[in-house]
């Protein structure tokens, strides 16, 4: 302790000097609070009630209040207050719903005063008006704050806060009549002592308790509150609505905070667990605090300036029974430890990037143009030029060249507000959404929306037009099969014969294999006998004279078959269909050989056919094709690959279009990263509603939970228009029920609909029917109501 710092600060006609220093207590301690001369500190806990005098290299104990020969529980404090006008004036907050106040000037060694015995659970919280001696207040578990007038027996002003517990009161500096009071639904409540009856003003904090406030000793309407939610905020209550300036995030419960004296911007916070340290935060820059003291051991319960005008010494107590004072020389400066190099893409292409000042070169004051940085300096604020305070990191960017679409994020909106997900037909889908890329000049997407469409669709959607293939002569036939993928198709297929024949003969025009014309002639149908290959097969690349065309058959005889009857085609056919099928069974046993040339084959014994038929690929191709699961795999390494190339709008888009066609292959986490990227880019290009969209759409339980999150329904009573409580649907001021159906006038247990006018409504169905023949409202208020 030697070694620490001894500070001395002039307070008028006072003088503090001090350094960090600590005592043990004889217990935890719960609460502390200051004298207004900040010679004394007043340490309150369960089993601890003294006042220790603050000296300039120590603590000394000077009272204790716990006296009697029997412990009372009027002495189990959860919270103690200093009076700040008048010296010897304390109250105490009793875990047993007693709120006591204490007189030092008494004489005698119990130096109780009065007892007020209203509160029937804990009394978590005491406060006195800050220019008012006799007015005190009080804030309950039981959800009711009491006003006291020191003068009286009894509280003169009792206010409901609709809520189960009071976590925190205080009063206004600035603002004589008002007192904020913080709930654990998460609701702030503004109130005048002047009327008990109504809150002045009430909104939504924090997600979940809020464990604190205070107002700020300068800027009038500042009002910092802290929660579980692990966040402190600074609203403004100047407007008619509070709004949210600052927001800073610790990384515990927030279980007190206090603003710094002559530092508009510090707010010191402790955690209520977990986080043992004290922190203090510039409000401006809420991702690492200005510093940091790490002295206690458990938890700090207690936090307090020392004097009002002093910003160096702050006093605390903790679960480990010590009390210190802490001098901010000597307080840990986090920023010292953090990394002062950084770099990050804007949206829209810019780059910043942050280094330490000696890095960054004396030049920077020439003539600026695009591949030259702007720099930025933090400039301190005069009134606050502490010794830990600095700016240790300069601030360049690099502007994205604004002639340059490059780094634009235009195709990135026109997309979202295009792309159609839901609604329609897959193959439509697809098709809508490759036509919205290809304007985009996004060919590849487009593409991968139109093989997603070929892959999954019914072979019924896929146009005709992309079926036509034409056959030439080839030294060998295709093997029979009953299903390919088109990439399988020898290079002959489409082609025109760009094979010569030795003989002078004349030869047809190439014959078009094609789902929807079949070309075959001659009257008769033969069949090798005892075949069992299906009629419907595919020939080799084939052209010549019906005298050319033989089948190789040594052992089998010719015999005919039953007539073979082609299945209905998916699509019109171009000409009438005669069914004279012919199978080669035994083709491939020489002359499918590679081998083999044409010249050759002809020159085996072959059996001479009069009549010939060449069946083309039609419905069994395509309807026997390989399944879409055979192409999962694929599509699982498409999506991975546009996730990893930055492009989740794709990613998810496929996936919601696809649905449980392709979910199932994809981990869930990779799932809710990608929806959770893409959301947030939606929000940030203020989306909001394609954003929604999305959550809705999406089937992961995190995503969708998303819309459920911060929703809060506010309801009026429709007989006194007052707000209605969230305990159910009768109004607790005029005692009626607020769910009337207007048209059958029996409590609504179901849906409930309302005209957002005239606040009458009722049962969804009722109402719906009762609109279709009258604009008017059931209710006979005479108000218009329409439905949509």
Same mark, same amino acid.
């Given at each position: 302790?030697?070694?620490?710092?001894?500070?001395?600060?002039?307070?008028?006609?006072?003088?503090?000097?001090?350094?960090?220093?600590?005592?043990?207590?004889?217990?935890?301690?719960?609460?502390?609070?200051?004298?207004?001369?900040?010679?004394?500190?007043?340490?309150?806990?369960?089993?601890?009630?003294?006042?220790?005098?603050?000296?300039?290299?120590?603590?000394?104990?000077?009272?204790?209040?716990?006296? %009697?020969?029997?412990?009372?529980?009027?002495?189990?404090?959860?919270?103690?207050?200093?009076?700040?006008?008048?010296?010897?004036?304390?109250?105490?907050?009793?875990?047993?719903?007693?709120?006591?106040?204490?007189?030092?000037?008494?004489?005698?060694?119990?130096?109780? &005063? +009065?007892? !007020?015995?209203?509160?029937?659970?804990?009394?978590?919280?005491?406060?006195?008006?800050?220019?008012?001696?006799?007015? /005190?207040?009080?804030?309950?578990? &039981?959800?009711?704050?009491?006003?006291?007038?020191?003068?009286?027996? &009894?509280?003169?002003?009792?206010?409901?806060?609709?809520?189960?517990?009071?976590?925190?009161?205080?009063?206004?500096?600035?603002?004589?009549?008002?007192?904020?009071?913080?709930?654990?639904?998460?609701?702030?409540?503004?109130?005048?002592?002047?009327?008990?009856?109504?809150?002045?003003?009430?909104?939504?904090?924090?997600?979940?308790?809020?464990?604190?406030?205070?107002?700020?000793?300068?800027?009038?309407?500042?009002?910092?509150?802290?929660?579980?939610?692990?966040?402190?905020?600074?609203?403004?209550?100047?407007?008619?609505?509070?709004?949210?300036?600052?927001?800073?995030?610790?990384?515990?419960?927030?279980?007190?905070?206090?603003?710094?004296?002559?530092?508009?911007?510090?707010?010191?916070?402790?955690?209520?667990?977990?986080?043992?340290?004290?922190?203090?935060?510039?409000?401006?820059?809420? =991702?690492?605090?200005?510093?940091?003291?790490?002295?206690?051991?458990?938890?700090?319960?207690?936090?307090?300036?020392?004097?009002?005008?002093?910003?160096? !010494?702050?006093?605390?107590?903790?679960?480990?029974?010590?009390?210190?004072?802490?001098?901010?020389?000597?307080?840990?400066?986090?920023?010292?430890?953090?990394?002062?190099?950084?770099?990050?893409?804007?949206?829209?292409?810019?780059?910043?990037?942050?280094?330490?000042?000696?890095?960054?070169?004396?030049?920077?004051?020439?003539?600026?143009?695009?591949?030259?940085?702007?720099?930025?300096?933090?400039?301190?604020?005069?009134?606050?030029?502490?010794?830990?305070?600095?700016?240790?990191?300069?601030?360049?960017? =690099?502007?994205?060249?604004?002639?340059?679409?490059?780094?634009?994020?235009?195709? !990135?909106?026109?997309?979202?507000?295009?792309?159609?997900?839901?609604?329609?037909?897959?193959?439509?889908?697809?098709?809508?959404?490759?036509?919205?890329?290809?304007?985009?000049?996004?060919?590849?997407?487009? +593409?991968?929306?139109?093989?997603?469409?070929?892959?999954?669709?019914?072979?019924?959607?896929?146009?005709?037009?992309?079926?036509?293939?034409?056959?030439?002569?080839?030294?060998?036939?295709?093997?029979?099969?009953?299903?390919?993928?088109?990439?399988?198709?020898?290079?002959?297929?489409?082609?025109?014969?760009?094979?010569?024949?030795?003989?002078?003969?004349?030869?047809?025009?190439?014959?078009?294999?094609?789902?929807?014309?079949?070309?075959?002639?001659?009257?008769?149908?033969?069949?090798?006998? %005892?075949?069992?290959?299906?009629?419907?097969?595919?020939?080799?690349?084939?052209?010549?004279?019906?005298?050319?065309?033989?089948?190789?058959?040594?052992?089998?005889?010719?015999?005919?078959?039953?007539?073979?009857?082609?299945?209905?085609?998916? =699509?019109?056919?171009?000409?009438?269909?005669?069914?004279?099928?012919?199978?080669?069974?035994?083709?491939?046993?020489?002359? &499918?050989?590679?081998?083999?040339?044409?010249?050759?084959?002809?020159?085996?014994? /072959?059996?001479?056919?009069?009549?010939?038929?060449?069946?083309?690929?039609?419905?069994?191709?395509?309807?026997?094709?390989?399944?879409?699961?055979?192409?999962?795999?694929?599509?699982?390494?498409?999506?991975?690959?546009?996730?990893?190339?930055?492009?989740? +709008?794709?990613?998810?888009?496929?996936?919601?279009?696809?649905?449980?066609?392709?979910?199932?292959?994809?981990?869930?986490?990779?799932?809710?990263?990608?929806?959770?990227?893409?959301?947030? /880019?939606?929000?940030?290009?203020?989306?909001?509603?394609?954003?929604?969209?999305?959550?809705?759409?999406?089937?992961?339980?995190?995503?969708?939970?998303?819309?459920?999150?911060?929703?809060?329904?506010?309801?009026?009573?429709?007989?006194?228009?007052?707000?209605?409580?969230?305990?159910?649907?009768?109004?607790?001021?005029?005692?009626?029920?607020?769910?009337?159906?207007?048209?059958?006038?029996?409590?609504?247990?179901?849906? !409930?609909?309302?005209?957002?006018?005239?606040?009458?409504?009722?049962?969804?169905?009722?109402?719906?029917?009762?609109?279709?023949?009258?604009?008017?409202?059931?209710?006979?208020?005479?108000?218009?109501?329409?439905?949509?």
């Amino acid at each position: 302790m030697e070694k620490m710092a001894r500070v001395t600060t002039a307070l008028g006609g006072n003088t503090i000097t001090g350094r960090t220093m600590f005592c043990h207590l004889d217990a935890p301690a719960n609460a502390i609070s200051v004298c207004r001369d900040a010679a004394q500190v007043v340490v309150a806990g369960r089993n601890i009630f003294k006042i220790y005098s603050i000296e300039e290299d120590q603590f000394v104990e000077k009272l204790n209040l716990r006296v %009697g020969r029997k412990p009372s529980l009027n002495f189990s404090c959860a919270d103690v207050v200093w009076h700040q006008m008048d010296e010897n004036l304390l109250a105490t907050a009793a875990t047993n719903g007693v709120v006591v106040t204490w007189n030092l000037g008494k004489p005698s060694r119990n130096k109780q &005063d +009065q007892l !007020f015995t209203e509160h029937k659970r804990t009394v978590n919280k005491v406060c006195f008006h800050p220019t008012e001696v006799y007015m /005190l207040l009080s804030g309950s578990q &039981d959800g009711y704050m009491k006003c006291f007038d020191l003068r009286k027996k &009894d509280s003169v002003s009792t206010f409901s806060g609709q809520s189960e517990s009071v976590r925190d009161v205080q009063f206004s500096i600035r603002d004589y009549f008002t007192f904020a009071a913080t709930f654990e639904n998460g609701n702030v409540q503004l109130w005048d002592i002047r009327r008990p009856d109504r809150y002045e003003r009430m909104f939504t904090a924090h997600n979940g308790p809020v464990f604190c406030c205070d107002w700020h000793p300068e800027d009038r309407g500042w009002l910092a509150t802290g929660g579980r939610d692990k966040m402190v905020k600074v609203w403004d209550m100047n407007t008619n609505r509070a709004k949210e300036i600052y927001c800073v995030q610790t990384i515990a419960s927030v279980a007190r905070v206090k603003w710094r004296p002559e530092c508009k911007h510090h707010i010191a916070t402790c955690s209520m667990m977990v986080d043992h340290n004290i922190y203090v935060w510039d409000v401006r820059r809420p =991702f690492i605090p200005s510093a940091m003291f790490e002295e206690h051991k458990d938890v700090t319960t207690g936090i307090v300036w020392r004097h009002l005008h002093d910003p160096y !010494f702050l006093l605390s107590g903790s679960k480990d029974s010590t009390l210190y004072q802490h001098i901010f020389k000597d307080a840990i400066q986090p920023i010292d430890r953090a990394n002062p190099e950084g770099l990050c893409y804007s949206l829209f292409g810019d780059l910043a990037f942050a280094a330490k000042e000696s890095l960054i070169s004396s030049d920077s004051n020439r003539k600026r143009d695009r591949r030259h940085p702007i720099f930025f300096k933090r400039k301190l604020d005069p009134t606050e030029q502490f010794e830990f305070i600095s700016s240790s990191s300069a601030l360049s960017v =690099f502007e994205a060249d604004t002639e340059c679409d490059a780094g634009s994020m235009d195709w !990135f909106v026109r997309t979202a507000k295009q792309y159609v997900l839901t609604g329609r037909p897959l193959a439509e889908l697809c098709d809508h959404n490759a036509k919205v890329a290809k304007e985009l000049k996004r060919n590849q997407v487009a +593409q991968t929306w139109t093989m997603l469409r070929i892959i999954y669709s019914s072979p019924s959607t896929v146009p005709s037009s992309n079926l036509n293939h034409s056959i030439g002569k080839s030294s060998s036939s295709l093997p029979l099969m009953n299903s390919f993928n088109l990439k399988d198709i020898p290079s002959g297929i489409g082609s025109e014969s760009r094979m010569e024949r030795s003989k002078g003969e004349n030869r047809p025009e190439n014959i078009l294999m094609d789902s929807s014309s079949t070309l075959i002639n001659n009257d008769e149908n033969e069949e090798t006998e %005892g075949s069992d290959v299906p009629a419907d097969y595919l020939l080799g690349d084939v052209e010549g004279d019906e005298d050319d065309l033989y089948m190789i058959d040594h052992e089998n005889p010719h015999t005919e078959e039953q007539e073979y009857i082609l299945p209905q085609e998916a =699509f019109p056919l171009r000409h009438e269909i005669v069914d004279n099928p012919s199978a080669l069974d035994h083709l491939q046993d020489k002359a &499918d050989s590679p081998h083999v040339s044409g010249n050759e084959a002809e020159t085996v014994s /072959l059996t001479p056919v009069e009549s010939f038929s060449l069946i083309s690929i039609s419905h069994s191709l395509y309807d026997s094709r390989l399944p879409a699961d055979f192409f999962s795999p694929i599509v699982r390494d498409m999506l991975l690959f546009y996730a990893e190339q930055g492009d989740v +709008q794709m990613a998810v888009s496929v996936l919601i279009v696809l649905g449980d066609r392709i979910r199932k292959e994809i981990d869930d986490q990779a799932q809710e990263h990608w929806y959770t990227s893409y959301i947030d /880019l939606l929000q940030r290009f203020q989306l909001w509603n394609i954003s929604n969209e999305v959550i809705k759409l999406s089937t992961c339980r995190a995503i969708n939970c998303l819309n459920q999150a911060s929703t809060t329904l506010h309801i009026n009573c429709s007989n006194c228009k007052r707000p209605m409580s969230n305990k159910g649907w009768i109004c607790d001021r005029c005692r009626q029920c607020a769910s009337m159906c207007a048209v059958c006038h029996h409590v609504v247990k179901g849906l !409930f609909v309302w005209c957002q006018g005239c606040s009458h409504g009722g049962h969804l169905q009722h109402i719906m029917k009762w609109l279709e023949t009258s604009s008017h409202c059931p209710a006979g208020c005479g108000h218009l109501c329409e439905y949509t």
